[in-house]
């Protein structure tokens, strides 16, 4: 069916390590516990890690460091545990979950760039039970989001769909039939959306497919993986970190036992829109996380290797 996508091979391969060019970053220093975001001209570092800031700021076009900032603490202007960031270009806003606080903090970037002790502001709160793991952000009202919803066994089970964050209300999407029963493992599925196409994507971990919906939560299609079995194994991760960029999703792809150091993903699908398999891109590196960079066509990469962090000019 048009829902439904097999694929037998996913072996068009281009070796582009050869491409990559590394960022020196240089003060501050970063850890390996890192996330990589951007915002209109600011490469954005979550560094969860972090001995005196958990955010670091950068110019993206030069990738030199502009502000840190973010203490960890139980403070009324700390961040207890931080969780995920999420993006408004149009207010040139991000917002960070508390994690510990259970609140989503709101940043203005203009404002912490030119104010010595700027404070950031709290947008939303949420409860121990639902929170928002992962966000893409379009309005107040209208974000499309994973949510963790926690049991009283400790279990939790992941499901995306559309939040409104003044409201708090959750409705919820397309859930794929591996995701909808028992209780799983948090942080089961990466997630990224795109307003400008329309889309929402879910990459599974233990299981070889990646879910597409529209933004109404409705399924576009499941496109399950030569490796795809409806047995879950723990120990093998399949689809790591994903992107959508531009008209492609990028997904970071690992096969591999989670026990080895085979399990952080070298390579990388590239798909359309659609879901249809368009090539592999071989990037040679270790990769934890990545962003797409849309002002120059590049993809920004997190490594765990020779590399900290480099670029791919796609």
């Not at 005196?52 to 110019?59: E, P, V």
Request: hydrophobic share 30%; with cysteine.
């Amino acid at each position: 069916s048009e829902t439904e996508i097999y694929l037998k091979s996913r072996d068009d391969i281009v070796k582009v390590q050869d491409k990559v060019v590394e960022i020196l970053t240089e003060e501050p220093f970063v850890s390996s516990y890192s996330d990589v975001h951007l915002l209109n001209n600011h490469l954005i570092i979550k560094d969860w890690k972090g001995y005196d800031y958990l955010i670091h700021l950068f110019d993206k076009h030069t990738f030199k460091h502009v502000k840190s900032t973010g203490t960890i603490g139980q403070g009324p202007k700390e961040i207890a545990n931080i969780g995920n960031i999420f993006l408004d270009e149009n207010k040139n806003n991000f917002y960070v979950v508390d994690q510990g606080k259970l609140q989503l903090l709101s940043y203005n970037l203009d404002s912490l760039l030119s104010e010595k002790d700027y404070e950031f502001t709290i947008k939303a709160s949420f409860t121990k039970k639902n929170y928002p793991s992962g966000c893409y952000y379009i309005t107040d009202t209208f974000s499309i989001v994973k949510q963790l919803s926690f049991a009283e066994n400790g279990g939790a089970v992941e499901s995306c769909g559309q939040w409104n964050m003044i409201t708090g209300e959750f409705k919820k999407g397309y859930i794929h039939p591996t995701q909808s029963t028992g209780s799983l493992n948090t942080h089961s599925t990466h997630f990224d959306a795109s307003k400008e196409q329309g889309i929402y994507v879910m990459c599974s971990r233990f299981f070889d497919v990646m879910t597409i919906c529209y933004l109404d939560g409705t399924l576009k299609c499941n496109v399950y993986g030569p490796n795809w079995k409806k047995e879950k194994n723990n120990q093998i991760h399949y689809n790591m970190d994903v992107c959508v960029g531009g008209d492609k999703i990028y997904a970071l792809y690992s096969g591999a036992d989670q026990r080895t150091e085979d399990y952080y993903p070298t390579q990388m699908f590239v798909y359309d829109i659609n879901g249809h398999y368009l090539k592999t891109l071989d990037l040679g590196y270790r990769i934890l996380n990545f962003c797409y960079d849309d002002d120059h066509h590049r993809l920004i990469l997190h490594a765990d290797d020779d590399i900290q962090f480099g670029y791919l000019d796609l």
